[in-house]
């Protein structure tokens, strides 16, 4: 079952967070017309099935959930920010770069974990 | 189609610069000389704000001092919009924009994406070093090298 979810609307946000539970939830904003988040696709699958028990990636068309785009600020994409039982963290990837957002998970894993 | 890559020929096409009536054969253009070519999914396409034309102009005496005899930034646009974008950006002299509106060099080197926001099919963003008409190095819309898009939209009218 895949842990990659697509948001629909600000409600639809708020459920996928507490049905994330005790998981790292991966938010990543992007736009269909913005190659580098494409070029990240394929990568964020891999990233999804390595750490497929432990993680949650939803993502969110900026043209689609504007309320969610303005709501956090989203000023570039693709942009990854990262949440766990509910709570923004301080992680921030605004930039096509799946080894950052990697980096951050393996980080906030380690710590919240524990 | 199978995509371009390297120790490939630069396949023989035809661009056009500035307006459908001036046609720039590719093959041509890179015969005997080192060529960078660029190219992106769209002329005035917001962003990408971190790379990407601008950074070409930056960088072009730096690149045309390392050997570089020319700079090809290439979109499936036609030739007036990929011109214009050009002007915006004052590229004369430093980067050469070459049009390929019916994507048929996007399409010779199997290079192109399906972009319905932008109108259909475009090309994919991507780099390429050509010495002496053969392909040395291609890179295709790189992840890891911190590009993104801005969202900010500056042609909005209130």
Avoid at chain 1, 7 to 13: H, Y
Avoid at chain 1, 38 to 54: D, F, G, M, T
Avoid at chain 1, 84 to 101: F, M, P, Q, T, Y
């Amino acid at each position: 079952m895949s842990n990659i979810f697509h948001i629909e609307d600000e409600k639809d946000f708020q459920q996928q967070l507490a049905n994330a539970g005790e998981k790292l939830v991966v938010v990543d904003f992007f736009a269909m017309w913005c190659g580098p988040c494409q070029s990240v696709n394929p990568k964020l699958e891999i990233i999804a099935e390595k750490y497929s028990e432990k993680i949650v990636i939803l993502k969110i068309d900026t043209d689609k959930c504007r309320p969610l785009k303005l709501k956090y600020g989203i000023r570039y994409v693709p942009t990854f920010i990262f949440f766990w039982n509910g709570e923004r963290l301080d992680g921030i990837v605004d930039e096509a770069n799946s080894r950052k957002v990697e980096n951050y998970i393996e980080k906030y894993l380690a710590t919240t974990h524990n | 189609m199978v995509q371009i890559k390297a120790r490939d020929k630069i396949p023989s096409v035809d661009l056009f610069e500035d307006s459908p009536a001036n046609k720039i054969n590719i093959a041509d253009l890179c015969a005997g000389k080192k060529v960078v070519l660029f190219a992106v999914p769209g002329a005035f396409t917001p962003g990408c704000s971190k790379t990407h034309l601008p950074s070409y102009i930056q960088k072009e005496s730096e690149l045309k001092s390392s050997g570089i005899n020319e700079i090809v930034c290439v979109s499936v646009n036609d030739p007036f919009v990929h011109a214009a974008w050009g002007n915006q950006f004052n590229t004369k002299g430093k980067i050469r924009m070459l049009a390929d509106p019916n994507a048929n060099f996007s399409k010779a080197v199997d290079l192109t994406i399906d972009l319905p926001p932008l109108g259909g099919l475009r090309s994919k963003r991507y780099s390429m070093v050509i010495e002496n008409g053969i392909v040395k190095e291609l890179n295709v819309e790189p992840d890891g090298t911190g590009l993104s898009c801005s969202l900010a939209d500056k042609l909005k009218l209130k």
